[in-house]
């Protein structure tokens, strides 16, 4: 969720699903050469009139490094490993749905995909124009190490799958194969919300912004990831539990995070890291991308270490029972009424967690001050859309009870919300999980 582009190690996985129809992109030459400056290929009308909705999969090597809509390419590694790449994209907007994200843009825009494996870089530009006969004809430029690798054009009917390969290798430099996965269709602006139509007008860079307008994919602020580290499940620090996660954050154009959701983990079976992760990934603020002169939302993947003082990363007992945990999450929408009067509060939530990690039920168990009612509406709205880690035992995963505590602020104050202990020690006993944090549109973090 990236999603990528922020420092990370080799350990990234994905959970994607695969796709096909094939349309490779041949290679002509041992080593393409940039486009002819005397001759540069057709440019799209200034203001591109259609709406284009681009789902892709990324596979470098042959193995998945990320991908939108559900689709994947390539293969995870053998050993159960996460990949080591790490991928990215910027967009201009995201359309979702219960399952996914999609990336959307105006038809002739540049929409940009990235991967990192140390010091490896691939970096592939993509635009799609609209043809006479509703289908597309893709422009996909790709760089590798920041080195002009190929550009090729590939023709793809509405909703059509199209692959697009390229091997840096072909220079004999040993270096890596890149393959994308794409679906390209058109997308009734009709059919957009308003937010969604705006950050899609074409905009002008500002005049001070004009001369440094390179393209950048979103990173991570690591004030905000020293301000606020995650929780260290106590469960996992008992077990002697360590390892590493990998978190997929979706941005808006203003480094609000608006879903996390866990990537890959290692060891795979240290899943209660992943909960805490995601909680800690919510907090942080990170720094939009850049796209033709101007803050783009997207999407990153950033790394969290879990270790204890003289420990190493042992594999945790797989049969060792399980608590319920945070998987994916959104932050709640903070309610328009409580932003106008200045309302600010704690609301616990308890929620039933099916088997299959989706939320069957959540009440409000508390909330503080009791008149902010609408926190908890909030709340709960936010948690229909949530996957958990069911809990387990004996290998098995069942149903549970959790509670989900949330601190919604407006600002940097720490006076307004109840303290946690007043609150809990009236309710019933139960798992709770971490603090979600929900802070309004322009408050500090």
């Known amino acids: ?14 959970t994607l699903r695969l796709f096909a129809f094939v349309l490779i992109a041949t290679a002509q030459t041992a080593w393409a050469q940039p486009p002819d400056a005397a001759n540069p290929p057709a440019a799209a009308d200034a203001r591109p009139a259609s709406i284009v909705q681009t789902d ?17 390419a390539g293969a995870k590694p053998l050993d159960g490993s996460p990949s080591p790449w790490i991928g990215g994209f910027s967009t201009h907007a ?12 105006r038809a002739g825009e540049n929409f940009t995909i990235e991967a990192k494996r140390g010091d490896e870089s691939w970096r592939m530009e993509l635009s799609s124009l609209p043809q006479a006969n509703g289908a597309y004809e893709i422009n996909a430029r790709f760089l590798h190490n920041g080195a002009f690798v190929r550009e090729v054009r590939v023709p793809a009917r509405d909703g059509a799958r199209v692959e697009i390969a390229s091997n840096a290798t072909e220079r004999g430099a040993g270096a890596s194969g890149v393959r994308l996965d794409l679906i390209v269709k058109h997308v009734d602006a009709s059919t957009l919300s308003a937010e969604q139509r705006a950050h899609l007008t ?21 004030q905000t990831r020293r301000m606020h580290p995650p929780r260290y499940p106590p469960e996992a620090v008992r077990a002697g539990v360590q390892g590493k996660v990998l978190v997929n954050v979706l941005i808006d154009e203003q480094g609000m995070p608006t879903l996390a959701d866990v990537f890959g983990i290692e060891p795979p079976s240290a899943v209660e890291l ?4 995601v909680a800690a990934a919510l ?3 990170y720094k939009p991308g850049r796209q033709n002169g101007h803050a783009v939302g997207g999407a990153l993947t950033v790394p969290v270490d879990f270790t204890l003082s003289g420990g190493k990363i042992n594999e945790p007992d797989p049969a060792r029972p399980l608590g319920a945990s945070y998987r994916r999450l959104s932050p709640p929408v903070y309610p328009a009424h409580a932003l106008a009067n200045g309302v600010e509060g704690t609301v616990y939530v308890s929620v039933e967690v099916g088997a299959d990690g989706r939320a069957t039920t959540a009440q409000v168990e508390a909330i503080d001050p009791p008149a902010a009612a609408e ?8 948690i229909k859309t949530w996957q958990f880690n069911p809990q387990t035992v004996d290998g098995r995963t069942s149903a549970s009870t959790v509670r989900v505590p949330f601190r919604f602020r407006l600002a940097q104050n720490q006076a307004a919300p109840v303290k946690p202990a007043l609150a809990i020690s009236s309710l019933p006993a139960k798992r709770t999980l971490q603090l979600i944090e929900v802070v309004a549109p322009g408050a500090a973090n």
């Open 1 to 14: 969720m990236s999603l990528f582009s922020a420092c990370v190690t080799r350990h990234g996985a994905t």
């Open 375 to 382: 926190l908890g509406e909030a709340a709960i709205e936010a």
């Open 274 to 277: 992943g909960g805490a992760a």
């Open 202 to 222: 074409e905009r002008k860079p500002e005049a001070a912004e004009a001369a440094p307008a390179a393209n950048a994919p979103p990173s991570a602020d690591m």
């Open 56 to 72: 892709f999969a990324l596979s470098i090597d042959g193995l998945s490094v990320m991908g939108t809509g559900g689709m994947i």
């Open 283 to 285: 907090q942080w603020r």
């Open 94 to 105: 995201l359309a979702r749905d219960d399952n996914d994200v999609h990336p959307l843009n």
